[in-house]
């Protein structure tokens, strides 16, 4: 991977990279700068980083644009960060049942969980959750243990601010992320075409 671009999932290269990949028409340096309140520079080196490798082009108007978004999130996401379960365990109870109760304490559906809200047709084997404070959580759903119900509970690295929709689960771009991160990148497909119209066969 391209040493410049090391530091993408620092707080503020995490939500320079995030803005770089919502845009939907072209961008320039300031507008960036002042959505995340960074610094022209801090910007113009991400942006700069993910020119040599050929993820944003220079328009000839002095704007740039994002050329290929999944090609960034998969070859720079994942050598950088890992979904490292803080909690693992089987409850019981049905799996509507649980998920209300983990939204309800504060979690936030991820990885597989938060695609089973956006799909019509993907099922979940599990129930993957982020929680400030996964050991709290755990204690809380210890009397539910011994079922069948497998629940995931991981600690947001990278801020959620921004990244969340409804107040329950991921959004779209963060669920694409968190799932190339741990390595489903296929389960990501029909986010990936519905984001980006791009089709992985």
Known sequence: MNQS???????????????????????????????????????????????????VERKRDGRYSLTNAPALIFSVFPFQRKMLSM???????TKKEIIEKLVENGGILCLESALEEYS????????????????????????????????????????????????RRTTKLRTVIDLACNNNIYAAKDLIEELWGLIIE
């Open 120 to 167: 019509e047709y993907f099922r979940a084997g599990r129930i993957c959750i982020y929680h400030r404070n996964p050991s709290k959580l755990a204690g809380i759903f210890k009397p539910y243990g011994g079922g069948h119900i497998g629940v995931d509970i991981y600690y947001p690295d990278l801020s959620l601010k921004g990244d969340i929709e409804e107040n």
């Open 87 to 93: 909690y693992h365990s089987t409850v019981r109870g």
């Open 5 to 55: 671009i090391r530091s993408i999932v620092s707080p503020t290269n995490y939500r320079i990279t995030r803005e770089i990949l919502i845009a939907k028409h072209p961008f320039n340096q300031r507008q960036i700068a002042n959505r995340v309140s960074a610094s022209p520079s801090q910007v113009s080196r991400v942006i700069n980083s993910f020119i040599t490798v050929g993820f």
